[in-house]
């Protein structure tokens, strides 16, 4: 084997992405012989299918033998297989190649460019949009755009159900999905219509989630939805906590749009109008879009409903992203103020990972350069001529994607058409700097990225303004108004020469450059994604065969040639960085991106809302215009974690406290801890109750609930993230529990609510002393799709982690002398049974302490490592759904939701 063909090899994971995802596939699986790589279903489950990477040693009939990478034999009948026409990169290069040069004028061009574009996919220096390198070449109905903004809903019910027919035909293609609800009315205004009031923006909402979770269970291509509305809108407030009541909007991503005006108002402690649209303006239905500012400058009425303090929403939107790292925060108004489609397509809404700002029905044409393979070893530099190649021929390659994608939607092509904006980025850059020896976040570090990502705008630029002297500007051009964007402004100052080509010769694309992602093609690739750095250099990855160890390779060869030293600072994870580290970095690229960034600033459990509010403040300063943060152990979905090492000797490697770190030792949170659970909870089935199908009374045998008890928290870790396990005791012994896993609205917090409803039911009922030991007896040792920890410490699943807090709760119970003694009693399982039904009538237990009452409680502090948390993975089923860069993703079988 050649060192090109050993470099293009594709193993595990990667291998799996790329034949599940990327490779043009065979629709015939008849067509599978002996000798074929395939994906194998090795779990033949409707909603949690499993697929494997194999080849097939044997055919008999319509019933094949595979043999997987990891040398097991599956039977399968052929219709299970998914077989795929190309089996090496090269292959996809070559039909990526030749599909994007097709749409040039003459054979003698296609030709060229074929061959150059050939030039840039080889060794993954230029790695395509997913729906790219899915589609193109390979199918004349496959979009090749990832994803889209629609209009503002029309204020009506036929407005809300085209705008709902709308996003169900794209994500059904597989594309996500931005929907701004400002135009709606709020809640409690009246519709004359009816005769009735709205039920407000965020119940319509909920409406578009709820429809995205319905896509969601069905097909290969899962939908994703952002979900924004404007500072102004009566229901803001309503819309940054609605996440916080369960089960409302759980299939979206939020984030407010923030305006300069809002922002200088929380700056000088402002009062702040919450204001709509009079709806009963005699055009209103015709003319009213959204557009605020649009309606005031025609002259038009607008209702004032209420004022508040800036400082008020401002601290909500604070509080809640720390909470749980959303809403996010677009600074809309500042957005449209650069944007070069700001004369005539204004932004509304983002695409649900926020890297790419949108007009009404635009889309996202992404690429990225993969700057890991632009590093010159004989000058310990940027190869910046290769850089600059690449990037030039990388925009003609995205302009060509608008000519050659079929149109689904004739608004689509005629907008796209209209300014034919496209986004350039970037994955492989924390790889870069590491080769190149800078710390990512430092001082040297911002210079080198205004350096880096000026050059390639400068590039990405001139090339655009060379393609128009060819082809022609995009419709809207205009370059005395393009010019005045205040993109441009800074580009020109920088690089007049931009400016005196954009003059000469027009531009091709309103806008050239998003640093997206790439979550699931920089993972193919196997380098770091987006613009972000390494999360962990060692983690742990679940397979067939349990967890594997991975470790990331340019820091295992650091130290495979650098025996018995640690790594160098310059080899920085994400949570070595301060969260104002993350901003400074997001801020020195945005400079120099006419879109937007998928940027997440990452912070310690420990950080506090005094310093959220003022990263927030930060970002604004500095120009960004968009802040995501995620506080470590915030979410039930969640990057790797990252845990900090005392001993680096033992642990040269930045470690992660993934699912094969030890689980961490069960701490009560206090002895002393008061649970403020209100009466109407369990013992809402109280003494008089008398409930029982069984026609029995059982108000002697159920306990109830005093207004105070209390109890201890403990803390661990399990296959689905960090557990809080609240034991609270009645005359001594446990009588509830309470458990904290995961996000309100995910299928972790609802199966570890109804267990924690049944055994605090279990415990209260009837006087069975050896019920907790028996209650642990049948909890304890229950296995899932994955465990966690190592002997002692060895966690299997929720049901096992009770079971261990429930041990730790009863022994330190014993030690202090509080045992009770035991008291001879039978528990009538019919009985327990009709107590449980009236339960469940009665509404249930309250939600479980939040994972935050671990600050300020007892003498454990703040830990420093938790697991993340994780959620079931639609594709294959196991406990592997973390959130990277927004965008939910699969450890274990590549599935993400972005694409």
């Known amino acids: 084997m050649s060192t090109v063909e050993r470099k293009q090899r594709l193993e595990g994971l990667s291998e799996k992405i790329f034949l599940d995802r990327y490779a043009w596939k065979d629709a015939d699986t008849n067509n599978a012989k002996v000798g074929d790589v395939v994906l194998v279903l090795t779990k033949d489950d409707p909603k949690f299918p499993t697929k494997e990477v194999g080849e097939i040693v044997e055919r008999s009939g319509r019933i094949v033998t595979v043999k997987t990478r990891s040398g097991e034999l599956v039977k399968s009948e052929v219709e299970k297989l998914t077989l795929n026409i190309e089996k090496t990169p090269e292959e996809m290069w070559d039909r990526l190649a030749g599909a994007m040069a097709s749409v040039e004028k003459t054979p003698e061009l296609q030709r060229e460019w074929t061959d150059k574009f050939r030039s840039i996919l080889d060794d993954w220096k230029l790695v395509p949009g997913g729906r790219i390198a899915a589609g193109a070449g390979a199918s004349d109905e496959l979009t090749l755009f990832n994803c889209y903004v629609v209009p503002s809903p029309k204020d009506s019910r036929g407005g809300i159900m085209e705008t709902l027919s709308e996003m169900t035909e794209i994500m059904a293609r597989g594309g996500g999905v931005g929907i701004n609800l400002s135009s709606l009315r709020p809640r409690r205004a009246v519709v004359k219509g009816v005769n009735g009031s709205s039920s407000g923006a965020v119940s319509w909402g909920g409406l578009f989630s709820y429809t995205t979770g319905l896509i969601e269970q069905g097909g290969s291509r899962r939908g994703a939805l952002m979900l924004m509305i404007n500072d102004w809108h009566p229901d803001v407030a309503d819309f940054i906590t609605v996440k916080q009541t369960m089960g409302q909007v759980t299939n979206a991503n939020l984030s407010v749009c923030v305006s300069n005006g809002f922002m200088k108002a929380v700056k000088e402690d402002l009062d702040w109008d919450l204001v709509f649209p009079d709806t009963t303006e005699p055009d209103y239905n015709e003319v009213w879009d959204g557009d605020l500012d649009k309606w005031k400058a025609a002259g038009r009425k607008v209702n004032h409903y209420r004022t508040v303090k800036a400082r008020d929403i401002w601290h909500t939107i604070i509080e809640s992203a720390w909470k749980s790292a959303e809403p996010g925060v677009v600074f809309m108004e500042y957005y449209n103020q650069m944007s070069n489609s700001w004369y005539f397509n204004p932004i509304i809404c983002t695409n649900p990972c926020g890297e790419q700002g949108l007009p009404g029905w635009g889309v996202c044409n992404l690429s990225a350069i993969n700057l890991s393979k632009f590093y010159d070893e004989e000058k310990h530099d940027v190869a910046w001529d290769e850089l600059a190649t690449t990037t030039r021929y990388s925009v003609r390659f995205l302009d060509n994607v608008i000519d050659k994608t079929p149109y689904h939607f004739p608004e689509n092509e005629a907008n796209q058409k209209k300014e034919r904006r496209v986004g350039l980025g970037t994955m492989g850059l924390a790889e870069l700097m590491i080769k190149l020896n800078i710390r990512y976040g430092s001082p040297d570090s911002l210079a080198f990225l205004d350096k880096l990502y000026g050059f390639m705008a400068r590039e990405a630029y001139l090339s655009s303004a060379e393609i128009a002297a060819e082809k022609g500007s995009f419709q809207a051009?205009?370059?005395?108004?393009?010019?005045?964007?205040?993109?441009?402004?800074?580009?020109?100052?920088?690089?007049?020469?931009?400016?005196?080509?954009?003059?000469?010769?027009?531009?091709?694309?309103?806008?050239?450059?998003?640093?997206?992602?790439?979550?699931?093609?920089?993972?193919?690739?196997?380098?770091?994604?987006?613009?972000?750095?390494?999360?962990?250099?060692?983690?742990?990855?679940?397979?067939?065969?349990?967890?594997?160890?991975?470790?990331?390779?340019?820091?295992?060869?650091?130290?495979?040639?650098?025996?018995?030293?640690?790594?160098?600072?310059?080899?920085?994870?994400?949570?070595?960085?301060?969260?104002?580290?993350?901003?400074?970095?997001?801020?020195?690229?945005?400079?120099?991106?006419?879109?937007?960034?998928?940027?997440?600033?990452?912070?310690?459990?420990?950080?506090?809302?005094?310093?959220?509010?003022?990263?927030?403040?930060?970002?604004?300063?500095?120009?960004?215009?968009?802040?995501?943060?995620?506080?470590?152990?915030?979410?039930?979905?969640?990057?790797?974690?990252?845990?900090?090492?005392?001993?680096?000797?033992?642990?040269?490697?930045?470690?992660?406290?993934?699912?094969?770190?030890?689980?961490?030792?069960?701490?009560?949170?206090?002895?002393?801890?008061?649970?403020?659970?209100?009466?109407?909870?369990?013992?809402?089935?109280?003494?008089?109750?008398?409930?029982?199908?069984?026609?029995?009374?059982?108000?002697?045998?159920?306990?109830?609930?005093?207004?105070?008890?209390?109890?201890?928290?403990?803390?661990?870790?399990?296959?689905?993230?960090?557990?809080?396990?609240?034991?609270?005791?009645?005359?001594?012994?446990?009588?509830?529990?309470?458990?904290?896993?995961?996000?309100?609205?995910?299928?972790?917090?609802?199966?570890?609510?109804?267990?924690?409803?049944?055994?605090?039911?279990?415990?209260?009922?009837?006087d069975h002393g050896e019920k907790v030991e028996l209650l642990i007896k049948h909890l304890k040792g229950i296995g899932g799709s994955g465990a966690i920890g190592f002997g002692a410490n060895r966690v299997e699943s929720i049901a096992d982690a009770v079971a261990k807090a429930l041990e730790t709760h009863v022994q330190q119970s014993a030690h202090e002398d509080h045992a009770p003694a035991p008291i001879a009693a039978t528990l009538a399982l019919e009985d327990f049974e009709s107590a449980l039904n009236a339960e469940l009538k009665a509404g249930g237990a309250p939600a479980a302490p939040a994972a935050e009452a671990d600050h300020g409680h007892g003498g454990h502090g703040h830990s420093h490592s938790s697991s993340a948390s994780r959620d079931l993975c639609p594709s294959c089923g196991t406990a592997s759904l973390i959130n990277i860069e927004g965008c939910k993703t699969c450890g274990n079988c590549g599935y993400s939701r972005c694409g």
């Open 477 to 766: 051009f205009d370059a005395e108004k393009y010019l005045l964007s205040g993109f441009m402004k800074n580009m020109t100052e920088v690089y007049p020469e931009v400016g005196e080509a954009i003059a000469k010769q027009g531009m091709r694309n309103v806008t050239v450059i998003t640093q997206a992602p790439t979550g699931s093609t920089g993972t193919m690739v196997g380098t770091s994604t987006g613009i972000e750095p390494y999360f962990a250099f060692k983690y742990f990855r679940q397979s067939r065969l349990g967890f594997d160890e991975q470790f990331v390779p340019i820091a295992e060869e650091y130290l495979e040639a650098h025996p018995g030293e640690e790594l160098p600072d310059y080899f920085v994870t994400s949570m070595d960085l301060s969260a104002k580290d993350h901003i400074r970095v997001q801020a020195a690229i945005q400079r120099w991106v006419d879109s937007s960034i998928s940027k997440t600033a990452n912070c310690p459990n420990d950080f506090t809302v005094e310093e959220t509010k003022e990263l927030y403040e930060l970002a604004f300063d500095l120009g960004c215009k968009g802040v995501t943060i995620y506080r470590d152990g915030s979410r039930d979905v969640q990057v790797l974690q990252t845990e900090k090492k005392e001993d680096k000797k033992d642990a040269p490697l930045k470690e992660t406290a993934s699912p094969s770190a030890e689980a961490a030792e069960a701490a009560p949170v206090g002895a002393a801890q008061v649970s403020t659970a209100p009466a109407a909870s369990i013992s809402s089935v109280s003494s008089d109750s008398g409930l029982a199908s069984s026609g029995k009374v059982v108000d002697k045998q159920y306990k109830k609930r005093p207004q105070v008890l209390r109890g201890a928290t403990y803390k661990i870790n399990t296959p689905f993230g960090m557990a809080y396990i609240t034991i609270n005791d009645l005359d001594g012994t446990p009588a509830e529990i309470f458990l904290n896993v995961g996000k309100a609205g995910s299928d972790v917090f609802a199966m570890a609510e109804a267990l924690g409803r049944v055994c605090s039911l279990f415990l209260r009922y009837g």
